[in-house]
């Protein structure tokens, strides 16, 4: 018998009941600080104990039964769906982070990471941090892979600007191909990334749109996605060819922004003793910044 292996139906019994009774703390939490005018309901006047949401209440406003509601508040084990999960978290003005803890408790897969912010939304200590990675490149990308955000390094190392689309330069910007060396090597990776992305937003039309233009124009592509591949970002080793200071080679790490889950932070770090650092200071000397490349054209 493996070690612990006798340990796991009580330890499964016990995370059940832990769970449960976590679920009940927030639900009830949750509804107490909802009152009856937010919800579209009178107050109740002086026949209210507790300030907030009755149970019943909760179980009208989401359309349930009001047994139910309760089982479900008391951490019993019930059959849920995401229909009525999305009814009571919409009926508790949950948040989106919110609503993803309440899938966990009642032990259903999470919704996707969704920001409670707007698309627009990019608070400036978010470019901050980008300037603050400086004499190294950073870029932020949204979902479908634009560049919304960037440092001076990242714009005069790899010639991108913001909207730029990073997947479709890739691919389709013969500019960007004559000085991505680690090109192949890479490739099949970020193919593999744009599966795994499709997958998970399956009706998604922005997604659909770059993946048909990629499959249309770009011949490699068509022969990498027929590979079947799927992953998630890591870290990935790029090595460019810039014009003026030579070769620079990076360990490229991919991390995901808590409050805007829809959006991913690219950091780059030099090879250690590859000669990149020495080249990055050289290319950020004003002199040099003069006689620059150009941004990549679209």
């Known amino acids: ?39 579209g309901l009178p107050d109740g006047g002086a026949r209210r104990r507790t300030p907030g949401l009755r149970r019943e209440e909760v179980a009208v406003l989401a359309g349930v039964g009001a047994s139910w509601y309760q089982w479900l508040e008391q951490g019993r084990d019930i059959t849920v769906s995401p229909q009525v999960l999305d009814a009571v978290a919409r009926v508790l003005r949950m948040s989106a982070t919110e ?15 969704r920001s409670d912010h707007d698309r627009d939304y990019l608070c400036d200590g978010m470019q901050r941090l980008l300037d603050g990675w400086l004499p190294n490149p950073a870029v932020i990308l949204d979902p479908y892979w634009n560049a919304v955000a960037l440092n001076e390094t990242a714009r005069h190392t790899f010639g991108i600007r913001e909207q730029d689309n990073c997947i479709l330069d890739f691919f389709l910007n013969p500019h960007y191909r004559v000085r991505a060396k680690s090109w192949e090597q890479n490739a099949p990776h970020i193919v593999a990334q744009l599966r795994a992305s499709l997958a998970e937003w399956p009706q998604d039309e922005g997604f659909q749109e770059l993946f048909e233009r ?21 870290l990935l080793l790029k090595e460019v060819e810039h014009p003026t200071v030579g070769t620079l080679r990076f360990e ?15 950091l780059h770090n030099p090879v250690p003793g590859s000669g990149t650092n020495e080249r990055l200071e050289r290319l950020l000397r004003p002199e040099v910044l003069r006689s620059a490349i150009r941004p990549v054209a679209s």
Not at 214 to 229: K, P, T, V, Y
Not at 252 to 266: G, N, Y
Request: charged share 30%; aromatic share 4%.
């Open 214 to 234: 990629l499959q249309g124009e770009s011949e490699e592509f068509g022969e990498l996605w027929a590979r079947g591949n799927v992953c998630q970002p890591g």
């Open 252 to 266: 490229s790490t991919t991390l995901q922004v808590p409050a805007r889950p829809d959006l991913k932070v690219v």
């Open 1 to 39: 018998m493996a070690v612990g292996e006798s340990t796991r139906p009580a330890r499964a019994s016990s995370e059940k009941t832990r769970r449960g009774a976590e679920l009940r703390e927030f639900l009830r939490s949750r509804r107490a600080r909802v009152s009856p005018a937010e919800a």
């Open 99 to 113: 609503r993803r803890h309440l899938y966990m408790l009642a032990g259903l897969n999470p919704p996707l990471p």
